[in-house]
């Protein structure tokens, strides 16, 4: 039986530039940054809804890379993997769909996160592929 690769999980500091290989920091340092993003938005109907769902996908990413990194099995790795991968897709999706309400400073925030979590899932994606 092959065992997966160990993704090393945060530590309590978190940082804001973690290292590039590092899985679990950056997808903590994604959420975190999330969250920071989230609280600065203007409020709306809107922003309140997507806000609730953006924090919950960006969370929910890096709780699965933990995961698979406790995976018991190859399957069942992949499996978290796949579900990391998913949750970085709908958090672009998220944040495209924000209203910053012509602020340039929350409009680089939010292209600076929908780019990090678009190379999230380029990163899962990799795996995946090397997994199967």
Request: charge should be positive; hydrophobic fraction near 35%.
């Amino acid at each position: 039986m092959t065992t997966a690769t160990p993704i090393s999980r945060p530590s309590s500091t978190p940082s804001v530039k973690p290292k590039a290989f590092d899985l679990a920091q950056r997808t903590y340092a994604f959420a975190k940054n999330v969250r920071i993003f989230v609280a600065k938005l203007p409020k709306s109907v809107t922003n309140d809804e997507d806000c609730r769902q953006l924090v919950h996908t960006s969370g929910a990413l890096g709780a699965n890379v933990i995961e698979a990194n406790d995976a018991p099995s190859k399957k069942d790795f992949a499996l978290r993997i796949q579900i990391s991968r998913k949750e970085a897709r709908e958090s672009q999706y998220r944040l495209d769909l924000m209203y910053v309400s012509n602020n340039p400073e929350m409009e680089k925030t939010r292209k600076s996160l929908a780019k990090e979590s678009g190379e999230l899932t380029k990163i899962l994606s990799s795996i995946l592929l090397k997994t199967k």
